[in-house]
């Protein structure tokens, strides 16, 4: 029989679990309380939630939002921290790598983002990828140098119209 805190628990984990987009896993062992709160500063910047919690309640509350825990198994030993990020699933993985090396302590295991299991290789190699924003930025830049091109070739015909009716108008008022 569980008892009531645990319960209440698995109950709130539920909930943060149903709404993140992407939930990051790391080793948080011997890291300094000042540096868990600018980690948590970090996270909440990036609309995400820092939370610690025991393992085996973590797994309950996974399983229980039909969250495939089979690969995470293997991560979800020792101190672990769990980052729930709720608007962009890959936007707090920047800051968080970037954490993790300046202060060598936290160690990313593994990450389910929109549903699909990465590992902290995989974690690391995405975080490297640009944002969404900028991804859209440059899918329009590509899309538009095109619709420019075409458009300078066209212009450009109607600049070389008028610079054969001003030479023509040149030539005839130089002849009188």
């Known amino acids: 029989m569980p008892n ?7 109950k709130v984990l539920r909930e943060k679990v149903s709404k993140a987009k992407s939930i990051i ?8 309380a000042n540096n868990a709160s600018d980690l948590r500063q970090q996270m909440h910047d990036q609309n995400a939630e820092v ?3 025991k393992n085996t309640l973590l797994k ?9 825990t089979d690969k995470l198994e293997e991560h ?3 101190n672990t921290v769990a980052i729930f990020s709720y608007d962009d699933a890959i936007a707090p993985l920047k800051p968080l790598v970037e954490f993790a090396k300046k202060f060598e302590l936290l160690k990313i295991k593994a990450a389910v983002i929109n549903g699909i299991f990465a590992d902290a290789a995989q974690v690391d190699t995405i975080s490297k990828l640009p944002s969404r924003e900028q991804l859209i ?5 590509t899309m538009k140098s095109p619709l420019s ?3 300078n070739v066209l212009s450009g015909s109607k600049r070389k119209f008028v610079y054969a ?12």
């Open 137 to 141: 930025a440059q899918v329009i830049g």
């Open 76 to 78: 979800l030993k020792g």
């Open 51 to 53: 939370s610690v919690s």
């Open 25 to 32: 896993f790391a080793d948080f062992k011997g890291l300094a």
């Open 165 to 176: 009716i001003k030479a023509i108008a040149d030539a005839k008022g130089g002849a009188q």
């Open 4 to 10: 009531q805190k645990n319960t209440e628990t698995v």
């Open 149 to 151: 091109g075409f458009v």
């Open 60 to 68: 309950i509350a996974l399983n229980e939002e039909k969250v495939a």
